[in-house]
Every structure is written in structure tokens, then in C-alpha cells.
């Protein structure tokens, strides 16, 4: 799971849809606007990545070059001089526009953040910036009492180079009393989503020569001679692309709720990611530790193919207590996780899962780099391939990443440091069979081609590659459908990419509620019904007979594959597993 101190806050506390909106909303009335927030009143730093002009209530900025960071250049807003309590909604209302476009996207990151001292956050958002002056929203329900001049915002310019404008700047505060509150939302626009974009025939022409390969099935009867006239019907059983989902509690409950969460993830979903997590709060406890096998236990007896995550999460917050005592201790310290993994991995070894994130977010967490060091990561994951090499069929070992993908692509500083670690790892002998690619998206999403760029950077490493976590937290619930059937059918065109994970699917139970599929009550939003579109659009069914040397051929997508094979009255029904561009198989009749 994503857990980048900046992220985390801004997707929990982004206040949660109120009902399906199908276009951008304006300010809803209720709200007390605070005086001061001309843009004129806002400091600016970051020479010389930015030169920015100003007019009253307007500022005009040109980012020359990016930073290595969005914030090497930023906007800065006086302090908010109203106290918040826990529950007041507080909207920054800016309108945006771009009149010099040298990059793919414009856009900027605005955090709601500590005015003074050690950072901390309260929320936040990205904004797309085009052409067409366009009100952006950022709306925070404050999570406790926050004190008169606690906070500020702060605009991170230099992610992309542009030249753009922001202007009429509004703050508006919302009671928590007001119970009807329906907060504006920014409408989701990317590259690539016009109708026509050149991408989707592309994409069309990718899917059709990596996902599918010609079948030829020869049907025989009982002494070995070609069955001619047999009539076939081939059905896919289970697509050769994982469409995964992250597992959460509901699926154990024993309710109507319960039972929908299972029926729903049966009826999308051909592979799970169980939380792994070793913290006082999952592995450590006896009786989280019960729950997460009680989780294997029913996907093992479902048929359905597993992922853990993690063996080793590298933040403090994500280790027990008893880790957290030894960090003055390195050796104690690397026993005590030498033997962690022992005993995890030998505990879920019956349940043969498919792969494993090994650890997850290195380069947002490099906590353990001082006590350990870097190497330490390179022992762990041999130390995964030695405990399960023998097992029937080894998992494969992934390593995991955020913010890699998102933000329109502005993320050039991540993957460079991403596939830095990656090298170095495996220059030192980590037997890193997977990379993953997680994709926890704001409104600012990133277009088709600009995806297909960023993950041909790291096919180069020659192992698979997963979108591992993915979700999109907006209220735009039109434009979150659009994004999601174009995203996956980007990632289902690309050869090195082998599947999808969502991180959740219910509102009541997802760590974003604003990403899920499905409302509280289940009804069902734009997203899981492009969803089910894929589904269906990427589902082999054929329906023939075998020619006079008893042979039929067809092309179908990859995965498997049940055949239905009927002479005269018999019938008889096959599995057939579908993994190459040309494949024969011989079915014999009884």
C-alpha cells in the first residue's frame, strides 16, 4: 500500500462523494468565505525553476525546467485566521489556466499544511491545468480541532515545465453542521481520452497480437482417429491476465454485506492481494494473524490464485514494537527480521501463492538504510528465494513502488531513483522476478501514451511488471469511468505488464472510498461497469465445427480455455490452458 506521508493524508482526508455528479460542480452555497486569499497576498519561491508575473488577483508563472521535486518551486498562501473544528469542510477555489504548454500536462500539487515547523499535512490534491480558464477545487474535512493561523497552502509548481496562470483564489469554510454539503469536484481530463486519440487503434493492434494466439484443437475419438463435424464451444474460463483486487475484512463477515463482497469479487476479479502486513496491529497479533490465513484459507478452497503483501514493509509505523527496540541494535535487529521471514513464509507455504511483494516503498521509506543498509534489501530477497525454492511452483518475487506513474507522468525523479534501486539490487544478486508499479491516482491522471512511456522504462529490467495497487480518488464519478476502462485497456496492451490490482472495490470497507466500484449500498458506479465491459470485450467465445481431418482453428485470448465438445448426442467438456501465439492440443473422447 501506498504510504508516503503526503499521500496518505491527502487520499483519507479528501471529503467522500454524495451521490453521482455528471458535471463539474460550482460552490455550493452554505460556506463562510475568509477575506485575504488574493492571490497577490501569496509569496512565491523557487528561482530560477519559476519566474513568475503578477497582477492584482492573478498570478502568471513559467516553469523553465523541472525540479527534482514538485516543491523545489512553490506558492505560498497567509495562514488560514479561522479555527477549524473536526468536521468543518474548508474549499480552496482557484481558477486555472495554461497559455504555453512545452510539456505533456500541465498541472500543480496544492496541500492544505502546517504554516510553520515540522511538516505535516492535512490534505490535498493535483490539478489538471488547461488551455480554457477552469475552476480547480481542493476540499478537506478537517480531521481534528485545527487553531487559528495553524495552516497555510501550498502550490507545487515545478513538476512540469509550463507557462500557466492562477487567479480569483477563494476560501470558503463549510460547518460540519451542514449536513446537505455536496463538495465541488475537478473533472478528470488526460491525453488520449478524445474518442479518436490515435493510442486506442494502437492499443486494439497490441492487444490482439500479445493477448490472444491461434488454437487449433484436433478432436479424436477413443482409438485415436480424427473426429470430423464435432461441434466445439470454447468459453474462457479464466482470462491470462491477472484482474486482481487487495482483500479487506467484509469478505469473512457473515451478513448480506458479506455475502455481496464475496459474490461481487467471484463475479470480477481472478486473483487476490492478502495483507501481510508484520505490525503490532497484523502479523504480530495473534488475531489478525488468524485473519489473514482465515483469508488464504478461503481464496485456497475458491481456486484462486494469491499474492502476499509483504514480507518486509520498511517504515517503523508498519514494524511491531519489538522491532522498534532494537534500533540501536543492527544485529539483534536483522535476527529478529531473519527470523520474521522464516517464519511467514513457511507458514503460508501450503498455500501456494503465485508471488510476493518482498518489501514495498524504498524510496519513499529509507528508515532502515542506516541501521542495515542498502544491501540488507539484496539479502532479503535472496533469503525469500531460498526458503521457496522448493516449493512446487516458487512465487514470484516482487518488489513494489509508489508514485512512479501518477501525476500525469510528472514523476521523473521517482523513476530515476526507482530504477536506480532496482539496478543496484540486482547488481548485488536480488533475485527480483517482478516489478511493481503501484497507482494510487488523484484527479490529475496520466494519459495512455505517457503510461506506455514510464513502462517501457522499466521493461527493460526483462522481468513482468504490475500495476499492483491501483485506484482513482475523485468525485468525478463520469470521469473516473472514462480514465478506468482507458487505463486498463493501456495496461492490457502493454507486453511486460501481466496484470492489474485494484486496492479495493466496496466504499464501506476501501481505504479510499472515493476509488471504489461500488457505493456503501452497492450501487454500482460508472467504474465497475467499465469494468464489466473489459470483462466481457476480453472473453473467448467461439463456436464451430471440426473440418474433415477433425481439426478446428480460431484465435483466442490467453488464459483458460473450457471446451465443450458434442458428436451426436454426447457431450464432453475439456481445459485447455491457451499461453502461446501457436498452440496445438488433441482432445481424446471417451
Known amino acids: 500500500m501506498v504510504v508516503s506521508r503526503v499521500t496518505c493524508l491527502a487520499s483519507l482526508l479528501l471529503v467522500s462523494g454524495m451521490g453521482m455528479v455528471s458535471a463539474q460542480s460550482p460552490l455550493p452555497p452554505g460556506g463562510k468565505v475568509i477575506p485575504g486569499f488574493e492571490l497577490d497576498k501569496w509569496s512565491a519561491s523557487g528561482e530560477p525553476l519559476v519566474q513568475c508575473s503578477r497582477q492584482p488577483g492573478r498570478i502568471e508563472f513559467r ?19 479561522f479555527a477549524l473544528r473536526k468536521g468543518d469542510r474548508v474549499v480552496l477555489a482557484v481558477e486555472t489556466s495554461k497559455s504555453a504548454p512545452l510539456d505533456a500536462l500541465a498541472g500543480v500539487n496544492v496541500y492544505l499544511e502546517k504554516a510553520q515547523g515540522e511538516w505535516e499535512g492535512f490534505g490535498s490534491s493535483e490539478w489538471v491545468i488547461g488551455a480554457k480558464p477552469t475552476d480547480r477545487f481542493v476540499t478537506i474535512e478537517a480531521p481534528r480541532d485545527i487553531p487559528a493561523g495553524f495552516v497555510k497552502y501550498s502550490v507545487h509548481l515545478a513538476g512540469a515545465i509550463q507557462t500557466s496562470a492562477l487567479a480569483n483564489a477563494r476560501v470558503v469554510v463549510y460547518p460540519r453542521e451542514l449536513t446537505d454539503f455536496k463538495p465541488p469536484f475537478n473533472v478528470i481530463s488526460y491525453p488520449g481520452e478524445e474518442a479518436n486519440a490515435a493510442w486506442r487503434k494502437e492499443a486494439e493492434a497490441r492487444i490482439d497480437k500479445i493477448r490472444k494466439g491461434r488454437l487449433t484443437i484436433k478432436v479424436v475419438d477413443s482409438a485415436g482417429q480424427p473426429v470430423p463435424s464435432a461441434k466445439l464451444e470454447v468459453k474462457q474460463k479464466r482470462l491470462g491476465f491477472e484482474i486482481g483486487s487487495f482483500i479487506e475484512e467484509p469478505l469473512l463477515e457473515k451478513s448480506a454485506d458479506g455475502d455481496r463482497y464475496r459474490a461481487v469479487f467471484s463475479e470480477l476479479f481472478n486473483k487476490v492481494t492478502v495483507p501481510m502486513y508484520w505490525a503490532d496491529w497484523g502479523w504480530a497479533s495473534p488475531e489478525k494473524r488468524k485473519q489473514y490465513l482465515d483469508y488464504c484459507d478461503y481464496f485456497q478452497k475458491a481456486g484462486v490464485p494469491m499474492k502476499g503483501h509483504l514480507i518486509i514493509y520498511p517504515g517503523w509505523q508498519f514494524l511491531p514494537e519489538s522491532a ?17 521471514v522464516v517464519e511467514k513464509l513457511n507458514e503460508v507455504r501450503k498455500y501456494n501463492f503465485v508471488s510476493w511483494d518482498v518489501t514495498n516503498e524504498l524510496r519513499d521509506l529509507p528508515d532502515l538504510f542506516p541501521i542495515l543498509g542498502f544491501d540488507y534489501f539484496a539479502d532479503l530477497f535472496k533469503q525469500a528465494k531460498q526458503l521457496t525454492k522448493g516449493d512446487a511452483k516458487p512465487p514470484r518475487l516482487y518488489i513494489n513502488e509508489n508514485s512512479i506513474v501518477e501525476s500525469g507522468g510528472a514523476t521523473e525523479a521517482n523513476q530515476t531513483l526507482y530504477e536506480s ?9 536480488a533475485p527480483i522476478e517482478g516489478i511493481g508499479i503501484q497507482g494510487h491516482f488523484g484527479e490529475r491522471v496520466t494519459g495512455p501514451e505517457t503510461l506506455w512511456k514510464i513502462i517501457d522504462r522499466f521493461a527493460k529490467f526483462g522481468v513482468p511488471i504490475q500495476i499492483t495497487e491501483f485506484d482513482v480518488n475523485t468525485l468525478d464519478e463520469e470521469g473516473h469511468g472514462r480514465y478506468f476502462e482507458d487505463f486498463y485497456t493501456a495496461m492490457f496492451a502493454h507486453p511486460s505488464v501481466t496484470g492489474v490490482t485494484m486496492w479495493g472495490f466496496w466504499e464501506q470497507s476501501m481505504w479510499v472510498p472515493n476509488g471504489a466500484l461500488f457505493k456503501k449500498d452497492w450501487r454500482e458506479k460508472p467504474a465497475a461497469a467499465a469494468l464489466r465491459k473489459l470483462i466481457k470485450r476480453w472473453q473467448t467465445n467461439f463456436s464451430g465445427k471440426t473440418n474433415p481431418t477433425g481439426e478446428a482453428s480460431f484465435r483466442a485470448f490467453k488464459g483458460t480455455l473450457t471446451v465443450a465438445v458434442t458428436v451426436a448426442t454426447k457431450k464432453e467438456t475439456f481445459e485447455v490452458e491457451l499461453s502461446g501465439t501457436t498452440q496445438e492440443v488433441t482432445l481424446r473422447l471417451k
Open 421 to 429: 534501486q532496482i539496478r543496484e539490487l540486482m547488481s548485488k544478486g
Open 324 to 340: 522498534r527496540q532494537l534500533k540501536d541494535k543492527p544485529a539483534e535487529l536483522r535476527r529478529l527480521f531473519d527470523a520474521h
Open 63 to 81: 516553469v523553465v525546467s523541472r525540479g527534482k521535486n514538485a516543491y523545489d518551486a512553490t506558492l505560498q498562501s497567509p495562514p488560514i485566521p
